[in-house]
C-alpha cells in the first residue's frame, strides 16, 4: 500500500465579500482553483454561507435520520446504482447513507422527508433544503471558474441546467474490537463535482498523482471540493479524478454531508480542449451508462472507470 503523507490540500477561501465575477479577487481565486483540481484533483474550501447554525441543525438532522430503525430507512429505494439507501452492507460495515435524490429541490427533499416520516419533519425538510441550496451555490461558483478558466464560459449556463443534484448524509460508525476500520474503500466518484462537508470526526484520505494518501483532516466549517470522472473527461484530462477512502481512527462516530452533481444527458468533450497538445481522449459518454458500467464490474474498475468505459 503506497505510503500515508503529511502534505495538505490546498486551502481556497470562498468568503472574501468581493469574490465577484471580473474582480481581481475572482481571478486570484480562479486560478488557485484551476492549479488544484488539475494537480490534486480536489481541495478544501473556506465558505461562510453555511453557518455555524446550519451547520448543526444539518448534522442534527442526519444523525436523527441515520439512526432510524433499518425497516424505516428501507422505505428509500431506487432502481440505480447508488441511490437509494445505502447501508447495512457486508462489504462496508462501518457505513450508513442515504441519497436524496434532486436533493436541491423542493420536491426532492419533501418526497423523502414524507418517506421516512409520513406526519412531516419540517426540521429535517428545511434544514437540509437550506443547506443543499448553499452548498451548490459553491458547487457552481467553482464550475464557473473553470470554465473560465479553460475559455468556454459560453457552456456555462447549458451546463448548469443540466446539472441534477444529490444530498448523501453519511454516516460512519467507530469499528468494534478486531473490525476493519475502513469506512470507504479506495474509489473515485462517477460524478462531475462531489462537496464534502464533515463534523469534528476525521478519516477521508485522498491519493494523489504519485499515489501518495494525504489526510485531509479539514475543519468542520470548511468544505472538500472533488472533481469526480465525469470532470476529468470533460477536461479532456486536465483535471485529475483521486481516488479517496474513508479510514476510521477515532472511537467515535463519524458523520458527512456530500453533495454530488451529474450532469444529464450526453457529455461531450468542449471542442476548444482538443488540440495538438490535448488530442480528444474521450468519447461522448452517458452519466447513468458509465455509473451502470461500474457497478457491474467493480473489482476491474476499482481506478478511474470512465477510462475503461469510453477513452478514444
Not at 247 to 254: F, G, N, P, Q, V
Request: proline letters at 4%; a negative charge.
Amino acid at each position: 500500500m503506497a505510503s500515508e503523507t503529511q502534505a495538505k490540500l490546498p486551502l481556497i477561501d470562498f468568503s472574501n465579500e468581493n469574490l465577484k465575477p471580473g474582480s481581481s479577487v475572482w481571478e486570484l481565486t480562479r486560478n488557485k482553483v484551476q492549479r488544484a483540481l488539475e494537480e490534486y484533483g480536489c481541495f478544501a474550501a473556506v465558505y461562510d454561507k453555511v453557518s455555524l447554525e446550519l451547520h448543526n441543525a444539518v448534522f442534527s438532522a442526519a444523525e436523527e435520520l441515520l439512526n432510524l430503525p433499518i425497516e424505516t430507512k428501507r422505505r428509500n429505494t431506487s432502481d440505480r446504482p447508488y441511490e437509494g439507501y445505502l447501508g447495512a452492507r457486508a462489504s462496508v460495515p462501518l457505513y450508513d447513507s442515504s441519497c436524496i435524490e434532486n436533493g436541491t429541490t423542493t420536491e426532492g427533499i419533501q418526497k423523502f422527508t414524507n418517506l421516512m416520516w409520513p406526519g412531516g419533519n419540517n426540521h429535517f425538510s428545511e434544514n437540509m433544503l437550506a443547506y443543499a441550496k448553499l452548498v451548490a451555490e459553491l458547487d457552481q461558483m467553482v464550475k464557473r471558474m473553470v470554465f473560465e478558466s479553460y475559455g468556454v464560459e459560453k457552456y456555462y449556463d447549458s451546463h448548469i441546467s443540466s446539472t441534477r443534484y444529490n444530498l448523501h448524509p453519511n454516516k460512519y460508525r467507530a469499528p468494534k474490537a478486531n473490525e476493519t476500520n475502513i469506512g470507504a474503500s479506495s474509489h473515485t466518484d462517477k460524478t462531475f463535482t462531489s462537496i464534502l462537508h464533515q463534523n469534528e470526526v476525521g478519516g477521508l484520505e485522498v491519493k494523489t498523482r504519485d499515489g501518495k494518501w494525504i489526510s485531509c483532516d479539514f475543519s468542520p466549517s470548511s468544505f472538500v471540493v472533488m472533481a469526480g470522472d465525469e470532470f476529468l473527461a470533460w477536461s479532456n484530462d486536465r483535471i485529475y479524478s483521486p481516488n479517496h477512502r474513508v479510514i476510521m481512527k477515532e472511537d467515535k462516530a463519524r458523520y458527512t454531508m456530500a453533495l454530488f452533481s451529474y450532469i444529464t444527458g450526453i457529455i461531450n468533450v468542449p471542442e476548444e480542449l482538443v488540440d495538438d497538445d490535448h488530442p480528444l481522449k474521450f468519447k461522448p459518454f452517458d452519466h447513468f451508462g458509465l455509473v451502470d458500467f461500474y457497478y457491474k464490474d467493480l473489482e476491474r474498475h476499482s481506478e478511474c472507470t470512465v477510462w475503461h468505459y469510453c477513452a478514444v
